[in-house]
């Protein structure tokens, strides 16, 4: 899909660029200067998380189960209104198990929504995804951790 950014955008896209390669890398440091103090993050099939040491958490844990090998954005939309940029994505994904287990390919729908600082800097705030594939079907740390215990 072709979508067209202003240069004001473009410094955005960015910023979710350095996101998904610091997912995609596992770089929590990285990742966590990308994020707003407040942010709010809305996995799926799991709570909401307030806060970057609740998103810190969240997110080590899931690089214990998981390795990204694969991030594909299929979608892309994106409005700002005033210091505030709201963005709409769709992704394909694939993840390995890092215990065991055949790759895990998804299909991601992504809604974030990026505050501008006032440095000019812009911080993920609020992040909710899914998964179009079903519940069980590997993509979960929590499922996984249980599918894989001693």
Do not use: C
């Not at 800097?121 to 998964?131: A, D, G, R, V």
């Amino acid at each position: 899909m072709m979508v067209t950014k202003s240069t004001e955008q473009n410094a955005t896209f960015n910023g979710t660029l350095e996101f998904a390669n610091a997912m995609k890398d596992s770089d929590s440091e990285k990742l966590f200067r990308l994020l707003a103090d407040d942010v709010v993050f809305m996995p799926p099939a799991d709570r909401t998380l307030n806060g970057k040491s609740e998103v810190k958490e969240w997110v080590d844990d899931y690089f214990q189960y998981f390795r990204i090998l694969e991030l594909d954005q299929t979608e892309m939309s994106s409005t700002i209104l005033g210091d505030t940029l709201v963005e709409r994505a769709a992704v394909s994904v694939k993840l390995e198990p890092k215990k065991d287990g055949a790759p895990i390919y998804d299909e991601t729908r992504i809604l974030s929504v990026w505050r501008r600082h006032t440095d000019g800097s812009w911080k993920l705030w609020q992040l909710i995804w899914n998964s179009i594939k079903p519940i069980g079907a590997g993509t979960n740390r929590f499922l996984v951790r249980f599918m894989n215990r001693e």
